[in-house]
């Protein structure tokens, strides 16, 4: 990159970064962490390359625990001298925060590489390729570590991951806080910093000021988020915990509700958060138990399982408020994504946490919010994206809700800054301010027109008003044929005679907005199932303008369900004389900070774990999962559902080996213990949309072949009971052209070191004659051994080129390894199997699962890998997805540029007369 993207956002007028800076260490490589609270707090991750630091934005941290992966943003190289920058960046510039050094020292590449020119060569080179693994030497960070580039989430979004050493640890390392050149904290170091360091000496600067008491309305984006939490800040959170009064950790409680109000206000008394359309939940922790439980006590422990998953690896014991979400690409609630959630494919779901109720052994309850929020922000673990803290706001009300608007949310919330915890009450210390006018209703019926095809025309609405259920209209948009579906088989249940209003409305009746009557019949239902509408404004007869149906909502408790009246915001609460200008704009740059896009989980489920049989559509394909706790697997515990959710994990790096290529389907419907058998022909069988291919066998039987196309292929082949793939070597574009010649080692009785032994001789021979070559093992016994050919030769010039390969190799090593076919011959040796390249033969494809015990993969593998010890176990269900994510598809270069075989044939000749 250089250093000119990094000159340009910088005026060195106005900060004391340095400019340049070079290395005199002829010998080893430097590494720098600087912890930086700008706009937020992050840590900057540097590493010494072509004289600059190369760096990337961490904002967690760095993690010792192998299992927790931590974003890395790329951002512009910095110069040398910035290894010991510490200080302020002035407000207004370009990252401007404080600044420490967390941690330093020397780093090397984990291959042994003599000189730092030639680490530096090797470094630069996996940097470009996107992997870059490395051994820290630093006084808090040591061992080995990798940043790996991610696919999907931006081209400058890399992984920063702890390899499992000696050096990792579960602890959080980032609790060591302290600068290992001052010694001082970040909060030290602004409090200190009437100055910025530089490894030149002391710099003056303008002191830092300190915030007015009076508010303006007019914030920069800088000055909004250095009120983020403001008033809990300043608190010390152990001391407020000592004080809190003891207390047993409540049980089947209900959650603070807010109060409706009609406008946002400015007062310094009071601070904002956005107001997330979710599902209301507490979360209860104790000695390793958990319970997830909404507003009205129901368990969303199974619904919502990835939530409880992560809970439950919490060590601390605490209940705490919040929303369940599922956020879209720009970080913005959607419930009617979030009704219809069943599993990680449906969206990622994040839990946004705004209060503690209780926290070992203490009652926080009678607490003021910012105290509570002190001891929130403190305690709460933030290892994964998916539980959050909700940011909290002390700014001004009224452009907070102007940018709430702007950007598509709900509506904001107020809140006393003073406020105790009242446990199932509706409080004015609380109070919703909706950008959009949205009401839960009770479904009283439903109405459908003459001559309609759909299950139902209109859901007949009501709320309960002074003790009497009060019809407020009816809602006929929002929901899909889909939708409808599901609904009629929620309402068969609540579905009566007799209308359940005192007086039955008359849902024929034409309003003023109707243009033409309606003949519609009502069905009747009890009044116990809540949906949530939007409108556009209340009649004078109460019935609901324009309404739209939002989804259902499970967590709500008809009984509950009144009409929300909102009150005189200036009866609550009285404003500040001083108050915004309310211009559109003002607030602009609060927007970023309202919301934050969702990290990609990874990997991600398919199937929930708790639904027995499950319809779901892939890529807009309908697909039926039944008997779904069956074992495949018995002895590893493994089911279909994991089957399943792994080649839906596994999708991205399984289908570039399957797309066009036809597949032999070889089933284990009853598991790996059960009867198997192969099935080729799929005629009359496969789905309508599946792709197929027909072609007739050397024995001149015409047969249809599925052919691997996309997702909802791969997975349907799974539903036939296909534990592995198994595709051909060549597309269904010239199936008599593979596109790669395969070597099998079939290692009979012999120890896998053998087979890796013999593997490596294979190596050594076609590294000799400048052919690439790629290694998988089997999953079963043996490893294959790939020659990209890009489809330029045919099926017996593939095979004579293998033959030529082995028979080299076996007079290598003709004491353990044999080329006679039939097993007798052998007498035990290893087969150096070169007759799989002939038309329709398959092998297990690579990143397929095996049905062998313990649920072994066939996994691509770095030739450096195969060295005695390496065991077909060490590729399984359970960590092929965290290896491919740490290493990438290493076997794509099987489908890549093709070898010159008579170039190669000649050189073999002559090297190996």
């Not at 129901?298 to 619904?303: A, P, V």
Request: proline share 5%; charged share 30%; net charge positive.
């Amino acid at each position: 990159m250089g250093l000119d993207k990094y000159a340009k956002k910088r005026d060195f007028t106005k900060t004391a970064e340095p400019k340049s800076g070079k290395s005199t260490d002829k010998d080893k490589l430097i590494f720098v962490i600087q912890k930086h609270d700008a706009s937020r707090l992050h840590y900057d991750f540097r590493l010494e390359m072509e004289g600059v630091l190369k760096s990337w934005a961490v904002p967690k941290g760095p993690s010792l625990d192998p299992k927790t992966k931590r974003l890395a943003m790329m951002v512009e190289d910095h110069p040398f001298d910035y290894r010991t920058f510490e200080g302020i960046i002035p407000k207004g510039e370009y990252g401007g925060g404080t600044v420490i050094v967390w941690d330093q020292g020397w780093y090397e590449p984990l291959e042994t590489i003599k000189g730092k020119k030639a680490q530096e060569k090797h470094l630069l080179a996996q940097l470009k390729d996107g992997s870059v693994k490395v051994k820290l030497h630093g006084e808090k960070l040591k061992g080995e570590f990798a940043l790996v580039r991610t696919n999907g989430m931006g081209e400058n979004s890399w992984l920063l991951i702890k390899h499992d050493d000696d050096y990792a640890a579960k602890k959080d390392v980032t609790k060591l806080d302290t600068s290992v050149l001052s010694g001082k904290t970040i909060v030290e170091m602004e409090k200190s910093a009437s100055a910025v360091w530089t490894d030149k000496g002391e710099q003056k600067i303008e002191a830092k000021q300190p915030r007015s008491s009076k508010k303006s309305t007019k914030k920069s984006s800088v000055e909004v988020d250095a009120e983020v939490g403001n008033a809990s800040a300043k608190l010390d959170s152990a001391k407020i915990l000592k004080s809190a009064p003891k207390g047993v950790m409540p049980k089947a409680i209900k959650p603070m509700l807010a109060t409706l109000v009609d406008e946002p206000f400015d007062n310094e008394e009071w601070q904002y958060e956005v107001k997330w359309d979710g599902y209301r939940a507490l979360a209860s922790l104790n000695k390793g138990k958990v319970e997830l439980l909404s507003r009205n006590n129901k368990s969303f422990n199974d619904r919502f399982y990835p939530i409880y998953k992560l809970l439950q690896n919490w060590s601390i014991n605490a209940v705490i408020d919040g929303e369940l979400l599922v956020l879209n690409e720009k970080g913005i609630s959607n419930f009617g994504t979030l009704q219809n959630w069943r599993s990680e494919a449906d969206g990622e779901l994040v839990f946004y946490v705004f209060d503690i109720l209780w926290y070992e052994g203490k009652n926080l309850t009678g607490l003021t919010l910012v105290e509570r929020q002190a001891i929130l922000n403190e305690v709460l673990p933030t290892d994964d994206d998916r539980i959050r803290i909700s940011k909290v706001f002390d700014t001004s009300g009224i452009d907070f809700f102007d940018a709430a608007g702007r950007i598509g949310l709900e509506g904001i919330m107020a809140k006393r800054k003073s406020s105790t915890y009242l446990v199932n009450k509706r409080s004015k210390d609380w109070l919703k301010i909706k950008v959009s006018k949205r009401q839960e209703v009770i479904i009283a019926g439903f109405t459908r027109n003459e001559d309609t095809s759909k299950l139902f025309s209109s859901l007949i609405l009501a709320v309960w008003e002074n003790e009497k259920l009060t019809y407020v209209g009816k809602v006929g948009t929002g929901f899909s044929d889909a939708d409808q579906k599901k609904m009629m088989t929620k309402f068969e249940p609540y579905i009566v005679n007799k209308s359940p209003f005192t007086v039955a409305p008359d849902v024929n009746k034409l309003s003023r907005f109707q243009h033409k009557q309606l003949n519609a019949k009502a069905t009747w239902m009890k009044p116990e199932l809540v949906c949530e509408v939007a409108f556009t404004e209340v009649t004078d007869d109460g019935v609901f303008r324009h309404p739209s149906f939002q989804g259902m909502r499970n967590d709500k408790d008809a009984k509950e369900v009144v009409r929300e009246k909102a009150a005189d915001t200036e009866e609550i609460v009285a404003p500040t004389k001083e108050k915004s200008d309310g211009k559109k704009g003002t607030s602009k740059n609060i927007d970023t900070e309202l919301v934050r896009p969702p990290k990609e989980t990874v990997p991600k489920t398919l199937l929930n774990p708790k639904e027995q049989t499950q319809v779901r559509k892939v890529k807009g394909k309908e697909l039926k999962f039944n008997n779904l706790a069956k074992l495949y697997w018995p002895e590893d515990r493994v089911s279909k559902r994991d089957m399943f959710n792994y080649y839906y994990a596994m999708a991205d790096f399984i289908l570039p080996y399957l797309k066009d290529r036809p597949l032999s389907l070889n089933r284990f419907p009853g598991g790996i213990h059960g009867k198997s058998f192969y099935q080729k022909d799929v005629k009359g069988k496969a789905p309508d949309w599946a792709k197929t291919f027909p072609y007739s066998t050397s024995d001149g039987e015409a047969k249809e072949y599925l052919v691997g196309d996309d997702i909802a292929t791969l997975l349907w082949t799974n539903t036939l009971g296909c534990i592995e793939v198994n595709p051909w070597f060549s597309r269904v574009q010239s199936p008599d052209h593979p596109d790669y010649c395969v070597i099998d080692l079939d290692p009979d009785k012999h120890h896998f070191d053998k087979v890796i032994e013999a593997a490596n001789v294979v190596k050594e021979v076609l590294d000799a004659i400048d052919v690439p070559c790629y290694a998988k093992t089997s999953g079963s016994t043996g490893i294959h051994i790939y020659i990209p050919l890009d489809g330029k030769y045919d099926y017996d010039q593939s095979q004579l080129f293998a033959k030529i390969i082995v028979t080299i190799v076996n007079k290598q090593i003709p004491s353990f390894t044999s080329l006679e076919r039939m097993i007798a011959a052998r007498k035990g040796k290893m087969y150096l199997d070169f007759l799989q390249n002939r038309p329709g033969a398959t092998i297990a494809g690579p990143y397929s699962l095996r049905p062998k015990l313990n649920a072994t993969v066939s996994m691509p593998l770095d030739w450096e890998e195969l060295k005695p010890g390496l065991k077909m176990t060490d590729f399984t269900i359970f960590n092929a997805f965290e290896r491919v994510q740490e290493k990438g598809d290493i076997f794509k270069g099987v489908l890549g540029k093709g070898i010159d075989l008579e170039k190669a044939i000649l050189k073999a000749k002559e090297i190996y007369p």
